[in-house]
């Protein structure tokens, strides 16, 4: 967790912040260890280092895979909030057994994904939809900016609708669960598949539960994003 003493202060005309609920493997699991160590970036513990070659989107964003994008708090709401309904989510959420993933491609990304399709009805969709929808409360629309990268995504007259509903387009039954390993169409892409496969074999080999939630921020602007703090489910 990024203690409150070492965030710096934002200045005035910066941008407010913005927070992102992701799924992050628990902290004692090699997976955890194994994605750090590709991206090069413990986003617990620092927001310094230099991205690498191949994964410098995913650098910046951390190692996660998104229940709930990006976004501003909106007018007139408190973090505090914000904090407390993640909280309550992660309270009435009970634990489960993550599906076994793999390394694969998604639009040009390699990534990390469910070795198997999910069904809507499993835990982690369903759990993907309830922070898409008990948090938007919270959501500021995203601005003209964010606006135009987003459209750049939704594809399609569904993505469209997401987009304007919810502020990203990858949501609900659009969603799509991946931790992604690199930026989009790296060069040898056969060959970063091959190492992120050797990179990954004993971590994925090893039983693995949800565990919880975890609550990111963008601190300041442009900067990279940083786990604020854990949620633990039923706790």
């Known amino acids: 967790m990024v203690p409150l003493a070492a965030r710096p202060p934002r200045r005035s005309n910066e941008p407010s912040p913005r927070y992102a609920l992701y799924w992050v493997p628990p902290r004692e699991h090699p997976l955890w260890v194994a994605g750090n160590a590709w991206l090069g970036r413990n986003p617990e513990m620092t927001d310094g280092g230099v991205p690498p070659d191949h994964a410098a989107q995913p650098w910046h964003y951390g190692f996660h895979a998104t229940l709930k994008a990006p976004f501003r708090l909106r007018a007139g709401v408190d973090p505090k909030g914000l904090f407390h309904e993640i909280v309550r989510l992660a309270r009435t959420s009970a634990d489960f057994a993550m599906p076994p993933l793999q390394v694969g491609w998604l639009d040009g990304f390699l990534a990390l994904r469910p070795a198997a399709s999910l069904h809507a009805g499993h835990p982690l969709w369903r759990l993907a939809d309830r922070c898409v929808t008990q948090l938007d409360l919270w959501r ?5 900016l964010e606006r135009r ?3 750049r995504q939704a594809v399609s007259r569904e993505h469209k609708l997401m987009l304007d509903s919810w502020g990203y387009p990858h949501v609900l039954a659009q969603w799509r ?4 390993l ?3 169409d790296p060069p040898d892409a056969s060959g970063l598949q091959q190492r992120a496969e050797r990179h990954f074999a004993v971590a994925l080999g090893q039983p693995l539960r949800a ?7 963008q601190l300041r602007a442009d900067g990279p994003f940083v786990l604020l703090r854990r949620f633990a489910f039923g706790a």
Not at 140 to 144: G, K, S
Not at 211 to 217: D, E, M, P
């Open 140 to 144: 500021a629309p995203p601005d003209a």
């Open 182 to 184: 690199s930026d989009a």
């Open 177 to 180: 669960f991946h931790l992604t």
């Open 149 to 151: 990268r987003r459209e």
């Open 211 to 217: 565990g919880g939630v975890a609550l990111f921020a």
